[in-house]
């Protein structure tokens, strides 16, 4: 098993630019979860997704929208990038959405808006 | 305000000595604690959770921690740290399905 794969690793963008950073798990998992993590401030949940068909907002939703294409995909996208929203971005996914459930996280996707 | 605090941004330990990651926490009910570890380049990983029920909770490669509701603590430790404990820890606290809230992790250097 691959676990959560998140493409891109890097990006450079400018601007006003969007874009879209893809994850996918194949662990069968119903929740899955976008994530941001700056420096000094942990990690900050930006959406997450119960179970296909569904998706809710975390603590900083601004700026960026979320598809949960099926059980396996989902996708967070910058329709209008800001140097705000420089950071390194992790997906993950957890079996259930449960409190207590774990969550596994993926590698990363750095971004860097100019 | 409900929020997750790691106190120490650094922690340096001798390689065989015990070691103390420290995380506080401030939520109303009953929170989910967890901790989670960060190599360099990699995603977060999983190392222990405290539900309920007992106060020590083992985790993975030797790890525990000790879940103090009256000070609203939840300390990471291991008896014999080893270099390759170096890395970046994460205490989390999950209080509502969309509540999930990370400290601001603490960098463990164990040397040699």
């Known amino acids: 098993n691959a676990g959560v794969t998140q493409t891109p690793k890097f990006q450079v963008l400018k601007t006003g630019q969007s874009m879209t950073l893809q994850c996918a798990q194949d662990?069968?998992?119903?929740?899955m979860y976008w994530y941001r993590q700056d420096p000094g401030m942990g990690l900050r949940l930006i959406y997450y997704?119960?179970?296909?068909?569904?998706?809710d907002k975390g603590e900083v939703p601004n700026g960026y929208n979320v598809s949960r294409l099926n059980k396996r995909e989902f996708s967070l996208r910058l329709e209008s990038a800001a140097p705000s929203q420089t950071s390194v971005y992790f997906c993950?996914?957890?079996?259930?959405?449960?409190?207590?459930?774990?969550?596994?996280f993926g590698p990363g996707t750095r971004l860097l808006v100019l | 305000a409900q929020s997750v605090a790691q106190p120490e941004d650094q922690v340096n330990v001798a390689e065989g000595n015990p070691l103390t990651v420290k995380c506080t926490y401030s939520?109303?009910?009953?929170?989910?604690l967890f901790w989670y570890v960060q190599y360099p380049n990699r995603g977060l990983q999983f190392l222990l959770k405290?539900?309920?029920?007992?106060?020590l909770v083992k985790g993975s490669y030797g790890f525990e921690a000790e879940f103090n509701k009256s000070q609203t603590s939840f300390h990471l430790k291991k008896p014999s740290a080893l270099v390759s404990d170096s890395a970046l820890y994460f205490c989390?606290?999950?209080?509502?399905?969309?509540?999930?809230?990370f400290g601001s992790g603490t960098k463990l250097n164990v040397k040699p």
């Open positions: 993950a996914s957890s079996d259930r959405e449960r409190m207590a459930e774990t969550q596994y």
């Open positions: 662990m069968n998992h119903n929740s």
């Open positions: 997704s119960a179970s296909e068909g569904t998706t």
């Open positions: 939520v109303s009910g009953n929170p989910y």
């Open positions: 405290y539900i309920t029920g007992d106060n």
């Open positions: 989390a606290v999950r209080y509502n399905f969309n509540k999930f809230y």
